[in-house]
Structures are given as structure tokens and as C-alpha cells.
């Protein structure tokens, strides 16, 4: 059974703390996302890579940051957490470069900043 | 750019009766248009898409959709709900991996016995 796994289900965090949620998946895929959830937004995408050492930007990439140092790993990291970055957290990854392939997704951090 | 609109931010509807999920898409090119579903206090999975070919695309559930490219719809539909579909409903659209893979604002489905 694929599977993407998050590190932790629920995080409470303070203001100003640097956060990492992890994201490690097992189907070898080549590209992983990191989003954002908001009731009434969906989901939009903070970071994405294609690659091992690789990142690009999505649309909200505004005070997060990004590493994958393995295929299987793609973390999110939050520099000094605010409370507007209170929110659910998905990682997703999906094969190769068709556009048709299914994104398979994690079962998703919920982070609240205090 | 992509966008991707979903009427109704919550839907109720009872045990037995029709489901309609409403999503409307723009794209300049032809678009890969997916649903997928969220039940509580997970994350998303895939319920159907469409990309070329057959335009009415069944999925997991008893669940369907037809994707109708005049009026740019991909509306999902299910004969008879069951309690068990209360979740919450995305509709997507991607015309290239990444950044184009652009979500709905989500609709919740409510199931009433």
C-alpha cells in the first residue's frame, strides 16, 4: 500500500519558534508538494520539488522554506512562525511529468502558532 | 492561468437522495480535471479524473462525473448518498504538473438520515 506519512498530526507552536514538519513518502516518487489548507481557500501550494536539492516556488511561498536532501523526504520549514501561518498542512507527491498522474497526499499536519 | 470555482460551500442533502457537486473550470488549453475527496481529519484521495477520451469518468463509491467542455463543468454526481460520503469535496485542475495544479475552494457534503 503507498503511502505519504507527516511527521506529526497535531503541532502547537509559539510565536517566533522555527518549525520543521516532515513529509517522507515510499513510492520513489520524483516530485513532492507542500500546501496550505484554509476553510473557504482549498488548498494552495507553498513549495514544490521535482527533484533531490531541487525547489521552485508556489504561490504562497512567503515566509517558508524548503529542503529535500533525499528523494523520499521533503520537509517545510516555517523560519520564525507567526500566528497567520496557523493551518492545516498537506505534502503530497505524485510520478513522474504526466499531468494526468494522481497526487497522492499525507494525512496532513495541523499547525496552530500561539 | 488556471482557476477552478465550486458552487456551494456546503451541501446537504438526505440519506438515498441525488448528489450534485458543482465545479467549473477556466483553462486556455485543455485541462486534466480532477475530484477528490477528504473525510475527517485525513488527507485528500483521488476519487475520479478525466483526461482525454470518454467524457462521462466514473470513480470509487458509486461516484461520477462528466466533464462537458462548453459550459467548462466537471460536475460530480452520486445516485443515492450514503452516510458514509460526509467529507469534504475538491474539485482540481492541472494542465501541467506543479504550480498549474490549481484546487477549488472545497464544497462539504452533509448527509441527513
Known amino acids: 500500500d503507498v503511502k505519504v506519512t507527516q511527521s506529526s498530526r497535531y503541532l502547537v507552536k509559539r510565536t517566533g519558534e522555527k518549525v520543521f514538519l516532515e513529509c517522507v513518502q515510499d513510492?520513489?516518487?520524483?516530485?513532492m508538494f507542500w500546501y496550505r489548507q484554509d476553510p473557504g481557500l482549498g488548498l494552495r501550494l507553498i513549495y514544490f520539488?521535482?527533484?533531490?536539492?531541487?525547489?521552485e516556488k508556489g504561490d504562497i511561498p512567503e515566509g517558508y522554506s524548503v529542503s529535500r536532501e533525499k528523494k523520499e523526504r521533503f520537509s517545510l520549514i516555517l523560519e520564525s512562525a507567526s500566528t497567520n501561518q496557523t493551518s492545516m498542512y498537506l505534502c503530497?507527491?505524485?510520478?513522474?511529468?504526466?499531468?494526468?498522474?494522481?497526487?497522492?497526499f499525507g494525512p496532513g499536519t495541523r499547525l496552530t502558532v500561539l | 492561468a488556471q482557476s477552478v470555482t465550486q458552487l456551494g460551500s456546503h451541501v446537504s442533502v438526505s440519506e438515498g437522495a441525488l448528489v450534485l457537486l458543482r465545479c467549473n473550470y477556466s483553462?486556455?488549453?485543455?485541462?486534466?480535471l480532477f475530484w477528490y475527496v477528504q473525510y475527517p481529519n485525513q488527507g485528500l484521495q483521488l476519487l475520479l479524473k478525466?483526461?482525454?477520451?470518454?467524457?462521462l469518468v466514473k470513480g470509487i463509491n458509486g461516484f461520477e462525473a462528466e466533464f462537458k467542455k462548453s459550459e467548462t463543468s466537471f460536475h460530480l454526481t452520486k445516485p443515492s448518498a450514503h452516510m458514509s460520503d460526509a467529507a469534504e469535496y475538491f474539485c482540481?485542475?492541472?494542465?501541467?504538473?506543479?504550480?498549474?495544479?490549481?484546487f477549488g475552494p472545497g464544497t462539504r457534503l452533509s448527509v441527513l438520515p
Open positions: 503530497a507527491s505524485i510520478k513522474g511529468v504526466e499531468p494526468s498522474n494522481e497526487q497522492f
Open positions: 513510492m520513489d516518487h520524483e516530485n
Open positions: 520539488s521535482y527533484d533531490v536539492k531541487m525547489k
Open positions: 483553462s486556455s488549453v485543455p485541462p486534466y
Open positions: 478525466y483526461t482525454t477520451g470518454a467524457t
Open positions: 482540481a485542475v492541472t494542465v501541467t504538473y506543479g504550480q498549474n495544479f490549481v
